[in-house]
């Protein structure tokens, strides 16, 4: 496995090592003991979800406070491009974001650490996307942090578009007003 940096303090880019041959190919999505060597530190996992989408639905910018989550995030069709926003406070990236394009092509995973707001804008016809997370889901803790907040100038490659939202996602709070972590 590939570890990646990417702008801010925390995520990182996996990319597995990949067997093809004339059949096809063959990768490890996840192993443990290689993911914990590759991020520093051991992670386990409690809940394993899958989203299914169309074009130009953006889902985000999710977090928990109180039961924060790690997230592993991939996609096993089409394309999405992936938003994490770092919400540390301590962090010298406060406040700043990265994306990358993740796809079935690419095969390519994010790590997203506690203390992150994610998100993501599906870029092809459809995607589904799996991802790990290190806490369980709990609405009484989610929070969603506004997806066009001009603090963050997040350039979601929407181009003249509208992306389609949830109505939880349409009420998202703005950076200013959403709680932040350390």
């Known amino acids: 496995m590939k570890a990646i940096a990417v702008e801010v303090e925390g995520p990182l880019i996996l990319e597995p090592r990949v067997f093809e041959d004339a059949r096809g190919a063959f990768f490890e999505s996840y192993h443990a003991a290689r993911f914990a060597e590759t991020i520093g530190r051991e992670v386990a996992f409690v809940q394993d979800n899958h ?5 130009d639905v953006l889902r985000g910018l999710h977090f928990q406070t109180g ?17 994490a926003v770092d919400l540390r406070r301590n962090s010298r990236t406060f406040g700043q974001h990265s994306a ?7 095969r390519r995973q994010l790590w997203i650490p506690e203390g992150f707001a994610h998100g993501f804008l599906v870029v092809s ?19 969603c942090l506004a997806w066009n907040d001009p603090d963050l100038s997040i350039p979601w490659p929407l181009g003249e578009r509208e992306p389609i ?9 703005p950076f200013r007003e959403i709680p932040t972590f350390g």
Request: aromatic share 8%; charged share 35%.
């Open 51 to 55: 989203s299914h989408s169309r074009c």
């Open 100 to 106: 990358v394009v993740l796809s079935a092509e690419n």
């Open 67 to 83: 039961r924060e989550q790690a997230k592993l995030v991939r996609v096993v069709s089409g394309a999405i491009w992936d938003v």
């Open 125 to 143: 016809d459809s995607a589904d996307v799996l991802y790990k997370t290190s806490d369980y889901w709990a609405p009484e803790c989610e929070c």
């Open 165 to 173: 939202l949830s109505e939880k996602d349409r009420r998202g709070r």
